[in-house]
């Protein structure tokens, strides 16, 4: 199993940035997905899940501001990123929920995302 995340990167408040996780060695579309995140200082935050059936979960912080998808075909999972702020600043790491549980038992090396004027 490996997940690869890209797409982070230096941006002003307000802008955008589009995270891409791509994943292989197992089965993409029977697992349920998710995104975290870790500020400096910080304990790791579940940000958002998708589920196979599409179904979408967001911590309320990020609400009408990022959106989480996915696409089976290119084994991918994306989270589009709007309205920045500087409280978004931190390395977002994707993961594989553990089949029928909560729990993450594959995560990538994550791709840091900083939010500055």
């Known amino acids: 199993v490996q997940l690869v995340e890209s797409g982070g990167g230096m941006v002003q408040p307000g802008g955008s940035l589009r995270l891409s996780c791509a994943a292989s060695g197992f089965t993409f579309s029977s697992y349920d997905m998710t995104w975290v995140r870790q500020a400096p200082g910080k304990g790791p935050e579940w940000v958002s899940s998708?589920?196979?059936?599409?179904?979408?979960y967001y911590v309320d912080s990020v609400k009408g501001r990022f959106t989480i998808s996915r696409d089976n075909a290119k084994n991918t999972l994306y989270l589009q990123m709007n309205s920045l702020k500087p409280e978004d600043t931190a390395l977002y790491y994707c993961?594989?929920?553990?089949?029928?549980?909560?729990?993450?038992?594959?995560w990538g090396q994550g791709t840091q995302v900083t939010v500055s004027a």
């Open positions: 993961a594989r929920y553990r089949a029928g549980s909560y729990e993450y038992d594959y």
């Open positions: 998708i589920k196979t059936g599409g179904d979408t």
